[in-house]
């Protein structure tokens, strides 16, 4: 194509530029997160006016005051002690007033709040980069639900290739904790950069990976469910009454295998959820024990219903994991952190199956109940599907 | 399915949910932004400590000071006045810091700062509302680009039913201006509403919509593209160099209509676009003038080349305004605002047109270079597309 339009436009655009809103750190000098040579990361923020600048950030313990910042020349900072390569969310606490930082642009929605990312280098975060490889497109979808009575969302993640080729491939469900939505695992996850990676090492086999939203109540993630005065509110009762669970099975799985190139045996199924998921996860396959040949089950064990005040029928439990154990699943994978809050709900799951005999493998990692733990778990467990 | 595992979970989920983190409008009763019955809308902050409160939205003239909220039992408040039904952005800046509303979880990304969404309700934005009639795909979709050297991101919007169906569509390809991504028109124009609402009355064909990046150095949006530290730097001058658009018709247009089911003739293409993204539309339609039958210009006219000091070829010009007029598009319409800093570049295009017998439409809005006329202006072109 000729250019025949010779317009020499750069100025044009400085004042078109000045026109739309320059970023706090076009207009100042702070640098903010800053990884330092020694693993250290120093925070800053500038403001003449406050009284109080703290800091909060996932790499601290859950209950650990914020940390105050200090101030100098109307910067106030914050250098953390060696953090492990990770990927950390934070925000500042300014005047009492949760802020994000306004020198870091990298902003994700953690439910129904806004977090600034930070993700320090190393082998443990190598797969969260986006990479110059090839990358897979990743949908937000709409599907009926008759289930739950609604239209809802998932987002999609088809692999390299998907569009330029007409190959079938195998699918992996990926189920969220309470509080999360069909947005979790990407934004917090690194779903996407994780399978990108591991399918352009040869790593792990190209799969379409389906992200629900496993709010039974919920069409969609905040602001982008339609407005109904008569929808039912959020409610912690709703999340384990099945009805998700039902709905994955009912209309979820019959959408992705009929509209997407899918193979649709239990070979070419897996499902992996963490926390609430991981809960949702046994539910689908207690019930359904030839729907699946990979299992993982992350950060969630058996309820301990002594303590919860929960009913517990476990002649049935006994009659699902022996009709699960006959299927014979490829992995059934059990992970947890030593320091998870849920650890002993685990050791019971774990001393269950044992008794009935469903094999299962078991991966104890350092940490906590954190994003940190499923995007490990993912990274580990990808290559291991389908194979 | 046969529920077998009758665990009563309620309170399972509570402890889950207590380990969540809580929003601040979660722990107090603060309400902002509140639409009043007067369309008057009040904002609230609650802070202790703040010594300065203000707010700061797009229904404030641009170089508007912001409003100061005023301190009453440690809840800063301020009330507007009226506000005609629009999509406005706003922040607060407590102690001349910019923040979210913490009451409010609705942010979206305008270029590298995020702000907080308000809907004011009415006619006007009827149509931006997510509502329950059938939804669109919305798809991040990575494509060669040989013209730029690089793999670069677009959004790709598939009418309800593409995925049920067999159908051929038209394509919309919906250009940015400075400052924006090809996340803009999704987050900050509410496309994919605009599109959904449109079609599900009728007004609209169905169509595919094509949302690029417009910035030639960059790969995707901030913070969701390879990391590569020998990237060219964003530059003004690259803005105007013909090299998005050109990589537009050589790499964008045939994937699009090798991977999406899409008719191939001028006649089922459009393009539309504002400010950078309508004088990027002019360059591509110039440049070939029998690629698009729809052609919107938005906000953008021709450049004040004597007072920018930038150079113009009017005898190339003028050829390629007549080889546009002999193409004969069904629609040449351009549109600004009466108080837009480019309405005089307006006048300057319309005068060139009109002296070389170039057909267009004119549309004259109230208001400035802002999103609420790009989507309006979107909400008003939509209709009239490939019909």
Same mark, same amino acid.
């Given at each position: 194509?000729?250019?025949?339009?010779?317009?020499?436009?750069?100025?044009?655009?400085?004042?078109?530029?000045?026109?739309?809103?320059?970023?706090?750190?076009?207009?100042?000098?702070?640098?903010?997160?800053?990884?330092?040579?020694?693993?250290?990361?120093?925070?800053?923020?500038?403001?003449?006016?406050?009284?109080?600048?703290?800091?909060?950030?996932?790499?601290?313990?859950?209950?650990?005051?914020?940390?105050?910042?200090?101030?100098?020349?109307?910067?106030?900072? $914050?250098?953390?002690?060696?953090?492990?390569? /990770?990927?950390?969310?934070? !925000?500042? *606490?300014?005047?009492? @007033?949760? =802020? #994000? +930082?306004?020198?870091?642009?990298?902003?994700?929605?953690?439910?129904?709040?806004?977090?600034?990312?930070?993700?320090?280098?190393?082998?443990?975060?190598?797969?969260?980069?986006?990479?110059?490889?090839?990358?897979?497109?990743?949908?937000?979808?709409?599907?009926?639900?008759?289930?739950?009575?609604?239209?809802?969302?998932?987002?999609?993640?088809?692999?390299?290739?998907?569009?330029?080729?007409?190959?079938?491939?195998?699918?992996? $469900?990926?189920?969220?904790?309470?509080?999360? /939505?069909?947005?979790?695992? !990407?934004? *917090?996850?690194?779903? @996407?950069? =994780? #399978? +990108?990676?591991?399918?352009?090492?040869?790593?792990?086999?190209?799969?379409?990976?389906?992200?629900?939203?496993?709010?039974?109540?919920?069409?969609?993630?905040?602001?982008?469910?339609?407005?109904?005065?008569?929808?039912?509110?959020?409610?912690?009762?709703?999340?384990?009454?099945?009805?998700?669970?039902?709905?994955?099975?009912?209309?979820?799985?019959?959408?992705?295998?009929?509209?997407?190139?899918?193979?649709?045996?239990?070979?070419?199924?897996?499902?992996?959820?963490?926390?609430?998921?991981?809960?949702? !996860?046994?539910?689908?396959?207690?019930?359904?024990?030839?729907?699946?040949?990979?299992?993982?089950?992350?950060?969630?064990?058996?309820?301990?219903?002594?303590?919860?005040?929960?009913?517990?029928?476990?002649?049935?439990?006994?009659?699902?994991?022996?009709?699960?154990?006959?299927?014979?699943?490829?992995?059934?994978?059990?992970?947890?952190?030593?320091?998870?809050?849920?650890?002993?709900?685990?050791?019971?799951?774990?001393?269950?199956?044992?008794?009935?005999?469903?094999?299962?493998?078991?991966?104890?990692?350092?940490?906590?109940?954190?994003?940190?733990?499923?995007?490990?778990?993912?990274?580990?467990?990808?290559?291991?599907?389908?194979?």
């Amino acid at each position: 194509m000729k250019i025949n339009l010779r317009i020499k436009i750069s100025q044009v655009f400085l004042l078109l530029f000045a026109c739309t809103h320059l970023t706090a750190q076009q207009r100042k000098p702070i640098v903010s997160p800053q990884i330092n040579a020694d693993n250290t990361v120093t925070f800053r923020l500038l403001t003449k006016l406050a009284t109080k600048v703290e800091v909060k950030g996932t790499w601290m313990p859950v209950n650990m005051p914020s940390s105050p910042m200090v101030k100098e020349d109307s910067v106030w900072t $914050y250098t953390t002690g060696k953090l492990d390569a /990770d990927m950390y969310r934070y !925000t500042f *606490l300014l005047d009492g @007033v949760e =802020i #994000l +930082d306004p020198a870091n642009s990298w902003v994700e929605r953690a439910g129904v709040r806004h977090e600034n990312i930070l993700i320090t280098g190393g082998d443990r975060t190598n797969e969260y980069a986006v990479k110059d490889v090839p990358h897979g497109s990743l949908s937000k979808v709409w599907y009926p639900s008759p289930t739950l009575h609604m239209k809802r969302r998932m987002y999609v993640y088809t692999p390299p290739g998907y569009l330029e080729n007409n190959n079938k491939y195998p699918v992996l $469900y990926l189920l969220h904790g309470a509080g999360g /939505d069909e947005n979790s695992w !990407t934004a *917090l996850g690194r779903a @996407v950069s =994780i #399978l +990108d990676n591991l399918i352009a090492e040869g790593k792990a086999k190209e799969m379409i990976v389906v992200m629900t939203n496993g709010n039974p109540w919920q069409a969609a993630s905040p602001n982008e469910e339609p407005v109904n005065p008569d929808a039912e509110k959020p409610n912690t009762a709703s999340m384990g009454s099945m009805r998700f669970e039902n709905s994955l099975v009912a209309d979820v799985i019959p959408f992705i295998e009929k509209r997407y190139r899918t193979y649709t045996d239990k070979n070419n199924r897996a499902i992996l959820g963490f926390s609430m998921g991981g809960l949702q !996860t046994q539910h689908i396959t207690n019930a359904n024990p030839n729907l699946f040949a990979y299992i993982g089950v992350m950060s969630m064990g058996l309820m301990d219903n002594d303590r919860m005040g929960t009913t517990y029928n476990k002649e049935e439990h006994s009659q699902q994991i022996k009709a699960l154990s006959k299927a014979s699943p490829k992995l059934y994978w059990i992970g947890i952190g030593k320091d998870d809050f849920l650890y002993s709900s685990v050791v019971n799951l774990r001393k269950r199956y044992d008794d009935e005999g469903l094999k299962y493998e078991y991966f104890e990692s350092t940490g906590a109940h954190t994003w940190s733990n499923w995007s490990l778990y993912l990274d580990m467990l990808a290559p291991r599907l389908f194979k």
